[in-house]
T-cell receptor
Framework: DTEVTQTPKHLVMGMTNKKSLKCEQHMGHRAMYWYKQKAKKPPELMFVYSYEKLSINESVPSRFSPECPNSSLLNLHLHALQPEDSALYLC??????????????FGPGTRLTVL | LAKTTQPISMDSYEGQEVNITCSHNNIATNDYITWYQQFPSQGPRFIIQGYKTKVTNEVASLFIPADRKSSTLSLPRVSLSDTAVYYCLVGAPINNAGNMLTFGGGTRLMVKP
């Protein structure tokens, strides 16, 4: 199984809502990632988890709260978002620092719209 | 992290070979060069990775000159389904922390019939 799944596919939320994005992989990867991608722009790294611990936070606002409850799951909790946070949120996973072959496997993304 | 520069867009026709060149003048000794492909509303997909000289797999070839300041992704005999954005990335894995991918602007390839 070389698939990363993300739910939901689409999400519309108001600025006062609390919602969560979910990501799951069963490839035994111990590194997992969240990216944000605006329309016609490249993906931007938000968070990196390694062995279920947060290893990199790219100065993301606290209204985005990641969580890695186990080695297969990655969540992104959303609270008090702004309309400019509307984007495609991508999850990815990879082996941890194997050197040459650190291919990242991406999920299809969650299309988030903040009203 | 090394910055990459690619053409914003390219056009080609079915059956042609497409070469996309990426410039990365400040590549570090430990950095690898990786290319990803992205279709609309999908996550990026790994195409190929290399460190030096030439790498070939079932879908593409990657040419890296000796100074490593640039690289060229070669797609043989493209089809309409190769229409996508192609990203060149340069970086190295971080010990025990996965690897950071910093995507550049990407090249929008349009394959025409």
């Amino acid at each position: 199984d070389t698939e990363v799944t993300q739910t939901p596919k689409h999400l519309v939320m108001g600025m006062t809502n609390k919602k969560s994005l979910k990501c799951e992989q069963h490839m035994g990867h111990r590194a997992m990632y969240w990216y944000k991608q605006k329309a016609k722009k490249p993906p931007e790294l938000m968070f990196v988890y390694s062995y279920e611990k947060l290893s990199i936070n790219e100065s993301v606002p606290s209204r985005f709260s990641p969580e890695c409850p186990n080695s297969s799951l990655l969540n992104l909790h959303l609270h008090a978002l702004q309309p400019e946070d509307s984007a495609l949120y991508l999850c990815a996973s990879s082996q941890v620092s194997r050197g040459f072959d650190n291919e990242q496997f991406f999920g299809p993304g969650t299309r988030l719209t903040v009203l | 992290l090394a910055k990459t520069t690619q053409p914003i867009s390219m056009d080609s026709y079915e059956g042609q070979e497409v070469n996309i060149t990426c410039s990365h003048n400040n590549i570090a000794t430990n950095d690898y060069i990786t290319w990803y492909q992205q279709f609309p509303s999908q996550g990026p997909r790994f195409i190929i990775q290399g460190y030096k000289t030439k790498v070939t797999n079932e879908v593409a070839s990657l040419f890296i000159p000796a100074d490593r300041k640039s690289s060229t992704l070669s797609l043989p005999r493209v089809s309409l389904s190769d229409t996508a954005v192609y990203y060149c990335l340069v970086g190295a894995p971080i010990n025990n922390a996965g690897n950071m991918l910093t995507f550049g602007g990407g090249t929008r390839l349009m394959v025409k019939p």
